[in-house]
T-cell receptor
Framework: NAGVTQTPKFRILKIGQSMTLQCTQD?????MYWYRQDPGMGLKLIYY???????DKGEVPNGYNVSRSTTEDFPLRLELAAPSQTSVYFC????????????FGPGTRLTVL | QKEVEQDPGPLSVPEGAIVSLNCTYS??????FMWYRQYSRKGPELLMY????GNKEDGRFTAQVDKSSKYISLFIRDSQPSDSATYLC?????????????FGKGTLLTVNP
């Protein structure tokens, strides 16, 4: 049981490039989330999904897109990367909402130059 | 006023010390209170959660919630170098369908041998 896995671990992008951050969970969780963590700024929710085919915006969705075609996968797409998107990105999942624990992946460290 | 305030530290203590980590919040609708531990270059992991006011103990860790003061604490007894990490408080309003976690910025703790 690997939990939540993310690829790549690190990536450097040039301004204007695009990329997809991959996230997979093997716990059969319904809810999945994408957060970004900037130094000294805590975790901000980008997008979330309550099940396959259902996604919605979080606090900071601009510049990102998501899709959820399967229960296991929740990729995050960056279009036209900007320096402001330099951050550490975490994917998380939970069985439900309410008190259900959110399990986090190891993160993707992205730098946009 | 920010919804959740957390002193970022850094906090440096000798091994064996009692550590007190704190968060204040402004939203009286928060009912679930969590502490996440995040080791360097890793994803956050849930350490403890409490519902409403009161104390909860788990080994060397005690979580306290004072809803009247809108103040939560995490105490670590007999701190160990392995406790060195960033500690994030997180809160959620009640409701079975509610997914949203509001995080503090995190406190960086170093326990020196």
């Amino acid at each position: 049981n690997a939990g939540v896995t993310q690829t790549p671990k690190f990536r450097i992008l040039k301004i204007g490039q695009s990329m997809t951050l991959q996230c997979t969970q093997d716990m059969n969780h319904n809810y999945m989330y994408w957060y970004r963590q900037d130094p000294g700024m805590g975790l901000k929710l980008i997008y979330y999904s309550v099940g396959a085919g259902i996604t919605d915006k979080g606090e900071v969705p601009n510049g990102y897109n998501v899709s959820r075609s399967t229960t296991e996968d929740f990729p995050l797409r960056l279009e036209l990367a900007a320096p402001s998107q330099t951050s550490v990105y975490f994917c998380a999942s939970s069985y439900g909402a309410g008190v259900d624990t959110q399990y986090f992946g190891p993160g993707t460290r992205l730098t946009v130059l | 006023q920010k919804e959740v305030e957390q002193d970022p530290g850094p906090l440096s203590v000798p091994e064996g010390a009692i550590v007190s980590l704190n968060c204040t919040y402004s939203n009286s609708a928060f009912q679930y209170f969590m502490w996440y531990r995040q080791y360097s270059r890793k994803g956050p992991e849930l350490l403890m959660y409490t519902y409403s006011s009161g104390n909860k103990e788990d080994g060397r860790f005690t979580a306290q919630v004072d809803k009247s003061s809108k103040y939560i604490s995490l105490f670590i007894r007999d701190s160990q170098p392995s406790d060195s990490a960033t500690y994030l408080c997180a809160m959620k309003i009640s409701g079975g369908s509610n997914y949203k976690l509001t995080f503090g910025k995190g406190t960086l703790l170093t326990v020196n041998p």
